[in-house]
């Protein structure tokens, strides 16, 4: 099957700018005290659940997945770029990376306690969107959670540069109801929103929805 455009154009995007992205964002969540505060409540609610494993899906560099096994879960992380994936690999030599999408995960039904999707589905057509959650909700167990950050708007904002590349890759703002609105037709129970203003380096708002697969009666 022929691979949609966006997804070659992500990953090409990514590939280029990965060792730059990594030394940019390596401290980022040092001065995001709210972003460092839904990850904690992600890592107690998957400790308290007790489900299994958790992916960060979309890792990047793998600077999330590193900061969920420093607080205690057992991490790996899953992205569509190659070079990023690389970069992960030799920054976090002990912890698990493999290149893959979230459009169809290599992962068996119900294995993870928890996914942890940071700012990646941000590259993914809104219409497509139900896919990659049906996707999510077939690899979480019951019980399990789901954490997204994404950007909060009701845009298409263009990316021409960024992180000292030149690139041509879109990024969607997504409404957060929207978003929790997809999640729920997909199955899962929405748990919190979170929405903060713009901080450094920011161009607006940002959005965190934590939701769950709802245990088995
Ligand atoms: C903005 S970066 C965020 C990376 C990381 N989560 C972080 O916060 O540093 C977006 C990442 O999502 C990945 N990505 C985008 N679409 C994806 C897909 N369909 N499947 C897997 N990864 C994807 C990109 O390759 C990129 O590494």
Redesign the pocket.
Known sequence: MTEPAY?RI??AS?DTVAADYAEI?RTELGHRPLDRAMLAAFVELVQASDAGPVAD?????G??TGHLQSLGLTARG????PE?IAVARRTYPDLRFDV????ALDLEDGGLGGIVA???I???PPELLPEVFAEFHRVLAAGGHLLLAFKAGDEIRHLEHAYGHPLALDVHWLEPERVAELLRRAGFVVDATLVREAGRDEAGPQAYLMVRRPANP
Not at 57 to 61: D, K
Not at 78 to 81: G, K, R
Request: include cysteine; hydrophobic fraction near 35%; glycine fraction near 12%.
């Open positions: 997804l992500t990953r990514y964002l899906i979309g890792c990047g560099p600077r999330v899953i992205d569509l770029s990023m893959g999408s979230m459009n940071w700012y990646s941000i590259h993914t």
